[in-house]
């Protein structure tokens, strides 16, 4: 990290009261940010939470070439992780976020930085916050934490830009080229799940049965096949994260009312169209979901248009 002591000391700020072992703990400027004894990185428990876990997990590759990066994640989403270009050591838990049986393996020493690359702190990620030791915690918060002492103000609010700056405030470069990549052997898998007779796989859209309805309803034309990842007519409910991901990466674009979907369209830049009545999908650059059926429709209008 080149010239990031002055920018430390600007952006550095914890909460008043501090979770217990933050308050503990000393940082030494700037050698604990230039050498580093590897990076923690936390992945939420939603769907849409693994991409910018995994999107910030690619530059600390890049960027610390032989540093020890360790992942804690939900169970799900483990297998996702093989879309970077060297694995990192995963640790995952079931259900509410909370430090694996086998995270003690890795050697978290008190020199590691934690890497929490979302706005908010949410009360579930609270228990991997205070349960480790690392000295320094760092995030692109919005508002102060006492889980967080390295808070990277940011002036975007979506992503992936909002991890962009919070690297170039601290010296780091971000790696905006990339994006995940769907190993061979999946591709041979989806092939098969697709065209199961032919093996040759046509274009097709993703979609969710409740968003294709509307579609239908505003008698929108629906150019390709549609493959549907949920519901009891759906041919592949049954199949697992890592596949379905792999589906939705392959798709000509995606159709959905479901945070999941419209987070992994997003992550893997595949046109997609959403419809976000509760208001929760995750901030993606230059995608903005609807927010009532008429706009929904109408995005999927401008969306045949352009064409993909």
Known sequence: ?????????????????????????????????????????????????????????????????????????????????????TRPSVHSYEGRPAI??????????????????????QN???????????????????????????RVKTEAE???????????????????????????????IVEHKIAPVSGRMLPYIVTTPSAISILEKSRAEIPLRTVSLSGKNSDFDHLDREIKTVIIADASAVI????????????????VVGIDRSRTFIKWKDREPAGDEEEFAEAWIRLLKKGW
């Open 256 to 271: 959905t009312d479901s945070d999941d979907l419209w987070g992994d369209a997003c992550a893997h830049c595949v046109p």
């Open 124 to 150: 579930d990620a609270e228990r991997v916050l205070s349960g480790t030791t690392c000295r320094i915690r760092m995030a692109p918060l919005n508002h102060s934490s006492s889980y967080i002492n390295l």
């Open 100 to 121: 694996p049986d086998t995270f003690e393996a890795d050697s978290i020493s008190d020199g590691t930085i934690l890497i929490y690359p979302y706005a908010e702190v």
């Open 158 to 188: 979506v992503y992936p830009d909002m991890l962009s700056e919070m690297c170039s405030a601290i010296g780091l470069a971000y790696d905006a080229d990339w994006k995940p990549s769907v190993p061979n052997r999946m591709e041979e």
């Open 1 to 85: 990290m080149k010239n990031v002591f002055p920018k430390v000391l600007r952006n550095i700020m914890g909460g008043r009261r501090g979770a217990a072992r933050l308050k503990n703990s000393v940082i030494h400027l700037p050698d604990d940010l230039i050498d580093p004894t590897g990076f923690l990185i936390y992945s939420g428990p939603e769907e849409s939470d693994v991409w910018p876990a995994i999107y910030i997990t690619n530059t600390l590759q890049r960027e610390f070439p032989g540093k020890n990066i360790v992942v804690v994640c939900s169970r799900r989403d483990s297998d996702l992780f093989n879309m970077l270009r």
